[in-house]
């Protein structure tokens, strides 16, 4: 083998190993939710969050920076911006690791369980060559479901999705697109989490729920009161 094929294969493994560029995202909750009411959803009410499908490894689609690799998990940023977004819904929420029996809602105090579930999570990046520089195109799409139990049983399911978009300038050796890949990260959880947003706070049997558990709230305030007083 010559010199210059010699150098010509290094120069080759040098560009297939490429570079391995960690995409940082920030907390995107929806906080602007359109609603019929002008009150949040009243009484307590349990969340639980399922993120894990959110983890993967995003590459260039095109021959620019294909040898990079840009892991992408968002199960951290989707489960505290699904957490800020009820908040803003609901009168009082309490977040919880797993799910509890739709029985011992009543016994701890909840109206209701709100489960929000990550099914897929989908990626395209794009780097296109300039004259003097390379720019970036990111678009991610999420399709999230919603499910919603009172203590008589389920009262809501629905899935949407959301898609995100964001495009800037590579950098220098691609690391640009790690932060393009995060911006349409958190553009698309915004976008999904104010559709499932709105379809809570808008579904009149949600309401319905609330007014069913304050009175039963009144009752046994009621009970307890007349207890305490009697001689």
Request: one cysteine or more; a neutral charge.
């Amino acid at each position: 083998m010559s010199r210059f094929k010699a150098l010509g294969a290094v120069a080759t493994t040098v560009v297939v190993a490429g570079c391995t560029y960690n995409v940082q995202t920030l907390s995107a909750p929806q906080l602007n939710v359109y609603s019929n009411y002008t009150n949040r959803v009243p009484s307590r009410w349990a969340l639980v969050v399922d993120p894990q499908s959110l983890s993967t490894v995003a590459k260039s689609s095109s021959v620019q920076c294909i040898a990079h690799n840009f892991p992408l998990d968002l199960r951290g940023t989707f489960r505290s911006s699904v957490s800020a977004t009820f908040e803003n819904v609901v009168q009082e929420l309490e977040v919880l690791d797993r799910p509890i029996p739709v029985e011992a809602l009543s016994q701890q105090g909840y109206a209701g369980l709100i489960q929000v579930r990550a099914e897929t999570m989908r990626t395209r990046l794009n780097f296109v060559p300039g004259f003097f520089s390379v720019a970036v195109d990111a678009t991610v799409d999420l399709d999230v479901g919603l499910v919603v139990d009172g203590r008589e049983g389920r009262i809501l399911g629905t899935r949407a999705s959301g898609t995100g978009s964001f495009n800037g300038d590579a950098g220098s050796a691609c690391v640009g697109g790690a932060d393009v890949l995060g911006r349409a990260s958190e553009e698309a959880i915004r976008a999904v989490l104010g559709q499932i947003a709105e379809r809570f706070a808008n579904a009149p049997r949600i309401r319905e729920v609330n007014a069913t558990a304050a009175a039963i709230q009144r009752t046994t305030a009621n009970e307890t009161a007349s207890i305490q007083s009697a001689p």
